[in-house]
T-cell receptor
Framework: DAKTTQPPSMDCAEGRAANLPCNHS???????VYWYRQIHSQGPQYIIH???NNETNEMASLIITEDRKSSTLILPHATLRDTAVYYC???????????FGKGTRLHILP | DGGITQSPKYLFRKEGQNVTLSCEQN?????MYWYRQDPGQGLRLIYY???????QKGDIAEGYSVSREKKESFPLTVTSAQKNPTAFYLC????????????FGQGTRLTVV
């Protein structure tokens, strides 16, 4: 079973920041938080990951709470091309099976 | 270019027939995975392999079989024992099983009639 809980869907206006929450209250000390997204009928694509500190790359930012029980993926300026299902996953760094939950379906509104 | 390739993209089979889905990667990844996705649902893990000649069942392995005779290849057979085989099947690979470096193929959409 997935170790994460996400809202099933969210809306965001184009050009605004999209903030996608994820709860992972049972996360272990050696587990990372990963985010992937899946555009319709394609394979999922890696976005970002983190352990304790906040992370930022060219696609998004990841904010992890101090107790590590939840995190937020931030898409700073959402575009229509960001419409996708976003998956939050927790996993140890290696030799672990990768379990996806149901994700959040993000709708970007023009 | 390095990548992971699934073939075919669309596959139609008659009920009761076994069918094998191909997955090949040239990324030199140790781990490979098979997922099933039903309409409007998330990905569910069928089988995974961390090393050649070894594989483990995922959450929904019943009615499926795999082999891992070569590092580059991880074919999935959907057998007649799988009650609802029509679905979108995704293959992935990663270095040492790291979720951060999982690459996915474009998927095979299997329809059983």
């Amino acid at each position: 079973d997935a170790k994460t809980t996400q809202p099933p869907s969210m809306d965001c206006a184009e050009g605004r920041a999209a903030n996608l929450p994820c709860n992972h209250s049972t996360i272990s000390g050696n587990e990372y938080v990963y985010w992937y997204r899946q555009i319709h009928s394609q394979g999922p694509q890696y976005i970002i990951h983190g352990l304790k500190n906040n992370e930022t790359n060219e696609m998004a930012s990841l904010i992890i709470t101090e107790d590590r029980k939840s995190s937020t993926l931030i898409l700073p300026h959402a575009t229509l091309r960001d419409t996708a299902v976003y998956y939050c996953i927790v996993s140890i760094d290696r030799d672990d099976k990768i379990i996806f939950g149901k994700g959040t379906r993000l709708h970007i509104l023009p | 270019d390095g990548g992971i390739t699934q073939s075919p993209k669309y596959l139609f089979r008659k009920e009761g027939q076994n069918v094998t889905l191909s997955c090949e990667q040239n990324l030199n990844h140790d781990a490979m995975y098979w997922y099933r996705q039903d309409p409007g649902q998330g990905l569910r893990l069928i089988y995974y392999s961390q090393i050649v000649n070894d594989f483990q069942k995922g959450d929904i392995a019943e009615g499926y079989s795999v082999s891992r005779e070569k590092k580059e290849s991880f074919p999935l057979t959907v057998t007649s024992a799988q009650k609802n085989p029509t679905a979108f099947y995704l293959c992935a690979s990663s270095i040492d099983g790291r979720a951060t470096e999982a690459f996915f193929g474009q998927g095979t959409r299997l329809t059983v009639v």
